[in-house]
């Protein structure tokens, strides 16, 4: 399985912007077939699927964020992105990237997941 470290979480006002940054350790030919996705998880809500970025670079967003949150990889360093901005108290929770290879019935499947960093929006 692929390790995945994510950081750049943190406190910030509404409005704001963080960028939200994911580590894997894998060798690049791996980390560049894999389908990559950022997931978040609020106080007593399920994780929800935020944004992904397939090994072709097709991106797709979850409508809470589009036009406010941009994901992005780079194969060369093995590093995936999450640009946020006009951050509200609602996009408050624990970011996890997640990565895989698999899908099902046209479906990314994920299954390799970091250990999140916490995003705090104060309105």
């Known amino acids: 399985q692929v390790q995945l470290v994510e950081s750049g979480g943190g406190l910030v006002q509404a409005g704001g912007s963080l960028r939200l940054s994911c580590a894997a350790s894998t060798n690049g030919i791996i980390f560049r077939a894999n389908n990559l996705a950022w997931y978040r998880q609020a106080p007593g809500k399920e994780r929800e699927v935020v944004a992904s970025?397939?090994?072709?670079?097709?991106?797709k967003y979850a409508d809470s964020v589009k036009g406010r949150f941009t994901i992005s990889r780079d194969n060369a360093e093995k590093m995936l992105y999450l640009q946020m901005n006009s951050l509200k108290p609602e996009d408050t929770g624990v970011y996890y990237c997640?990565?895989?290879?698999?899908?099902?019935?046209?479906?990314?499947?994920?299954?390799?997941w970091g250990q999140g960093t916490q995003v705090t929006v104060s309105s």
């Open positions: 997640a990565c895989g290879i698999r899908r099902v019935a046209g479906d990314m499947v994920f299954d390799s």
């Open positions: 970025v397939a090994s072709s670079g097709f991106t």
